[in-house]
């Protein structure tokens, strides 16, 4: 699938869920990132994704903190390389891939909490890991 077909499926919750494992979601902040920026691509993506997570009949996975730190990870790591397409970007930052990628700013119990799910919660110094 294409870059556009990617993110037209993604938008329009035409993704199957097997499909939508965690490297579909970095490629989708990935694409919209590069079309809209950060700010407009993060209300985009989590509007997407909540549509997404209805769609599968599990809104209850919806993380608001998750998806914040994570595409907020993903674009720190294209403005190391803004012209990169997605391939380089696999390539380039292969920790973004893993789903332990938060845990030098979370850990489990923040994340775990009602708060860190239902809105984006900072990281605090003296309390990571």
């Known amino acids: 699938m294409t870059d556009k ?9 035409d993704l199957s869920e097997a499909d939508f494992n965690h ?25 997407a994704l909540r549509a997404l997570t209805e ?12 998806t914040i730190a994570y595409l907020a990870l993903i ?6 390389d803004p012209g990169g397409n997605w ?5 380039a930052h292969p920790d973004v891939f893993s789903k332990e990628a938060l845990a ?3 850990t489990p119990a923040q994340l775990a909490t009602p708060q860190a799910r239902a809105t984006f919660i900072l990281p605090r110094p003296g309390q990571r890991p």
């Open 5 to 13: 077909e990617f993110l037209h499926a993604f938008e329009t919750t």
């Open 23 to 47: 490297a579909a979601h970095v490629r989708a902040g990935f694409l919209l990132i590069h079309r809209h920026g950060f700010s407009r691509a993060l209300a985009h993506y989590c509007e």
């Open 55 to 66: 769609h599968f009949g599990v809104p209850e996975k919806y993380h608001e903190t998750i």
């Open 75 to 80: 674009n720190e790591q294209i403005s190391h």
């Open 87 to 91: 391939t380089a970007f696999c390539k």
């Open 104 to 106: 030098v700013f979370y």
